[in-house]
């Protein structure tokens, strides 16, 4: 890997730091629903769950998609290898395809009974906040790694279009799950390319007509192309509540509960 490309993936994790607090100020000052729980005890969990996901994932995992679409590039290995397209071209369908690749997962996870049990705490806040981006059991947390791993190995994108797609996909899914209202023309214009928080905000519905729409991560054309995307909830915006079944009480959501959750027998 380059200086420059190394100096971008050391700038990653202060990016997402940046785009954290940006959501969190907009959120606190112009919420687009009003909070009705505590944001602080409900961002100590996404917090323990991140933080026990990635100790997991470093623990188990050797090697991260950076250092794979490295040697993919030099061992001239993967999709996009092959095909030897020019470099521009090989960047714009390398962020493509890693956004379908994701696209793909996302639905894997809701449609197979194991991968549900775990995704589904993510699907289990109550509320939906720039804090909902970072709750994810750490066994999702850990398999979702693996699955991008093996996705960057079976392509081989550039290691600066991954890059690239790492910081914009950790930036819009901070933004597409923060608590916030953009203005309707402009927000009617962006959705056109980008998730929005109001198209991602159905897909954490309660109502499961819902939770199978807008599983896209960065672009909406995924949905429309399979299928999957819609632009208001099945019973109105105004009756638009979060969570999953089983787990709607608050006092059932602490950390020791929530990683334990998908071993239980009804979950």
């Not at 907009?26 to 687009?32: D, H, L, R, S, V």
């Not at 395809?97 to 996302?106: F, P, R, V, W």
């Amino acid at each position: 890997m380059n200086t420059a490309l190394y100096h971008g993936a050391s700038l990653l994790p202060w990016l997402i730091i940046s785009a954290f607090f940006a959501a969190a100020l907009w959120e606190t000052i112009a919420p687009e629903r009003p909070f009705k729980l505590s944001q602080w005890r409900r961002w100590s969990q996404q917090a323990g769950l991140f933080a026990t996901g990635t100790l997991l994932s470093r623990l188990c995992l050797p090697i991260g998609s950076l250092a794979v679409a490295s040697w993919s590039q030099h061992a001239q290995w993967g999709l996009w290898n092959a095909l030897g397209l020019p470099a521009g071209l090989t960047l714009v369908a390398a962020l493509l395809s890693l956004d379908l690749g994701n696209y793909l997962s996302h639905r894997l996870f809701h449609h197979v009974p194991l991968l549900w049990r775990l995704h589904q705490i993510h699907h289990s806040d109550l509320e939906v906040d720039c804090g909902t981006a970072i709750r994810h059991h750490p066994v999702e947390q850990l398999i979702g790694n693996l699955l991008f791993i093996l996705q960057v190995f079976l392509l081989g994108p550039p290691v600066a279009a991954l890059l690239l797609y790492t910081m914009i996909t950790a930036l819009v899914e901070v933004m597409h799950h923060a608590n916030v209202a953009i203005p309707r023309r402009a927000n009617a214009t962006l959705r056109r390319v980008l998730v929005t928080p109001d198209l991602h905000r159905i897909h954490h519905s309660l109502d499961p007509a819902d939770a199978d729409r807008n599983f896209a991560s960065i672009f909406p054309w995924w949905d429309r192309l399979f299928g999957t995307f819609t632009t208001s909830p099945a019973r109105g915006t105004a009756a638009l509540r979060f969570g999953i079944d089983g787990l709607q009480r608050p006092d059932e959501m602490s950390l020791p509960a929530l990683l334990l959750h998908p071993l239980r027998r009804n979950a």
